[in-house]
């Protein structure tokens, strides 16, 4: 059984006060793009988790580890024992700012469900995911979604297929989640606080004109210029993106990844080399989105 997940990137990432629950209430327009994720299962007697790729080495194979947690989620609401040999193929990069986590454990509850036998929906495989990781349902349905509550909350955005063709400039890396939103809180407590995005309306009226100028000028991301404070080197890759004749850029999430729109195929393969000869991150790579959630292939 072999399950490919994708990551995901933020087009509108609007953040609301914190909650008494510790979350931040979000609005988000979520986007699956062409950067995968493999996930591998066979029938073993214990559970057990390998690796390659992406962070290996330094990524925890133990309990701790995503893939495990909803492993033995899913096995406690299906009542069955959690045995399986799964092995990780790993392309997102860690603590990027893509998802990488929630979509390994979309990966693992696909799977697992398939090897065995539980035959769950989408919906009630969601529902053991959400308690694992806010993006979690978002990466079992995949395409284009918006996201609420604080981000657990999926609806799928209806609209016409178009193809969109990103750059993601990988950071040397990682930048903590849980930091990047301690340090937009702090920049909101202090006098002048970035303003905030507000709803998501603008942004999926700028999907429905499927013109790349459009939807560049709607992106934004709340968590930006918290992101930007931790790793002000960021502002260099987002400077290389326009210089290399993106027509947006912009972080993706919690960064440090930053992601860049580009008219086609042929621009998005420019504005990579334009990027990767800057300097400026570790590698620059294409991608498109929408893609499918996590699925057997
Ligand atoms: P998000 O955008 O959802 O905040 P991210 O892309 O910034 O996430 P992830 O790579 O998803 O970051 O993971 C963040 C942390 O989660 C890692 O540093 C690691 O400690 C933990 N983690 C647990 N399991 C996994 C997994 N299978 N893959 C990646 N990270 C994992």
């Known amino acids: 059984m072999k399950v490919r997940v994708p990551a995901k990137i933020n087009?509108?990432?609007?953040?609301?006060?914190?909650r008494p629950d510790g979350y931040h209430e979000l609005n988000t327009v979520y986007h699956a793009i062409s950067?995968?994720?493999?996930?591998?299962?066979?029938?073993?007697?214990?559970?057990?988790?390998?690796m390659e790729g992406e962070g290996t080495g330094e990524l925890e194979l133990d309990e701790s580890n995503l893939i495990i947690r909803a492993a033995r989620a899913l096995a406690a609401r299906g009542r069955v024992p959690a045995y399986a040999?799964?092995?990780l193929r790993k392309s997102i990069p860690l603590a990027g700012g893509?998802?990488?986590?929630?979509?390994d454990a979309a990966a693992a509850l696909i799977a697992c469900?398939?090897?065995?036998?539980?035959?769950?929906?989408?919906d009630e495989l969601a529902e053991v995911g959400a308690e694992l990781g806010s993006d979690v349902p978002f990466l079992l349905h995949g395409g284009t979604a918006l996201g609420t509550g604080h981000g657990e909350a999926v609806s799928?955005?209806?609209a016409r297929p178009t193809t969109w063709h990103w750059v993601v400039?990988?950071?040397?890396?990682?930048?903590?989640?849980?930091?990047v939103y301690r340090e937009l809180d702090r920049l909101r407590a202090a006098s002048s606080p970035p303003e905030p995005l507000g709803g998501p309306d603008e942004l999926m009226a700028a999907m429905r004109q499927r013109d790349p100028k459009v939807l560049g000028a709607a992106l934004g991301n709340d968590l930006q210029p918290a992101a930007l404070a931790l790793r002000p080197q960021l502002a260099d890759v987002l400077n290389a993106g326009q210089e290399a004749g993106a027509i947006a850029g912009l972080v993706s999430g919690s960064g440090?990844?930053?992601?860049?729109?580009?008219?086609?195929?042929?621009?998005a393969q420019r504005v990579a080399a334009g990027l990767t000869e800057a300097g400026v991150c570790r590698a620059a790579v294409t991608a498109r989105g929408p893609q499918p959630g996590a699925r057997v292939i």
């Not at 469900?113 to 989408?122: E, H, V």
Request: charged share 15%; aromatic share 4%; glycine share 14%.
């Open 11 to 18: 087009l509108h990432l609007g953040v609301g006060p914190l």
């Open 35 to 50: 950067l995968f994720d493999e996930l591998t299962a066979r029938r073993g007697d214990t559970l057990t988790l390998t």
């Open 85 to 87: 040999r799964l092995h």
């Open 98 to 103: 893509l998802a990488g986590g929630s979509a």
């Open 113 to 122: 469900d398939m090897l065995w036998g539980l035959g769950m929906s989408r």
């Open 156 to 158: 799928p955005i209806l």
């Open 169 to 179: 400039a990988i950071a040397d890396g990682g930048l903590s989640t849980p930091a």
């Open 256 to 267: 440090p990844t930053c992601v860049f729109l580009a008219a086609d195929a042929n621009h």
